[in-house]
């Protein structure tokens, strides 16, 4: 069965610095992963996807994430925090009927 | 602009009260869903459907219920909301032709039962 951890449910970093989220995840089958960001009272907008296509997947906003396969993650990450990526972030997986399985999430707080 | 629509965006009722949930999409997709996110938390399904007339149970046991009788409008029902159906309700779309099946979520509904 798949299944979802995201390690670390609150990470804070300065603005500027590199901003890594964790997500480790595990399939019986060669996985879609999904990162998706949520912002205070809206709902999830996709950041980017891995497909199979290149191992490393760039995203909107600066973010980019690396499936390795040897380590089952697929960790999220920007080299310069901004104010505005403050917000909740999850990864997913897909399971074999479409649906997908999600973290818990991760808040992300940027300090100035 | 294709895009999926929720309304209302807030809801404040009492107990015992009958509400719907709006959900309509344009991007022409054919599955469709309902997440419950509590604060902070983590999204579970409850519904989904992947065409008309066709709805589904999710992971997490809810008493809303669903009907898909257009392709583009999934509306959500509890017949007698309670204070423990206080929650976020997400809705999403994807398509089965896309490989990914990627799903795309509208703005949420906040509901709040007194």
């Known amino acids: 069965a798949q299944s979802v951890t995201q390690l670390g449910s609150h990470v804070s970093v300065s603005e500027g610095a590199l901003v890594l989220l964790r997500c480790n995840y595990s399939s019986s089958v060669p996985p879609y992963l999904f990162w998706y960001v949520q912002y205070p009272n809206q709902g999830l907008q996709l950041l980017l996807k891995?497909?199979?296509?290149?191992?490393l997947v760039k995203g909107i906003n600066g973010f980019e994430a690396e499936f390795k396969k040897s380590e089952t993650s697929f960790h999220l990450t920007k080299p310069s925090a901004h104010m505005s990526d403050a917000a909740e972030y999850f990864c997913a997986v897909s399971r074999s009927q479409g649906n997908l399985i999600f973290g818990k999430g991760t808040k992300l707080s940027v300090k100035p | 602009e294709a895009d999926i629509y929720q309304t209302p965006r807030y809801l404040v009722i009492g107990t015992g009260k009958k509400i719907t949930l709006e959900c309509s999409q344009t991007?022409?997709?054919?599955?469709m869903y309902w997440y419950q996110q509590d604060p902070g938390m983590e999204l579970h399904l409850i519904h989904y459907?992947?065409?008309?007339?066709?709805?589904e149970k999710g992971d997490l046991s809810s008493e809303s219920t669903v009907s898909r009788i257009r392709t583009e409008h999934f509306p959500l029902t509890l017949e007698s909301a309670r204070p423990s159906h206080t929650s976020q309700y997400l809705c999403a779309s994807s398509s089965t032709s896309e490989e990914t099946d990627t799903q795309y979520f509208g703005p949420g509904t906040r509901l709040t039962v007194l």
């Open positions: 459907s992947y065409g008309v007339n066709s709805t």
């Open positions: 991007m022409g997709h054919d599955k």
């Open positions: 891995y497909t199979s296509a290149a191992t």
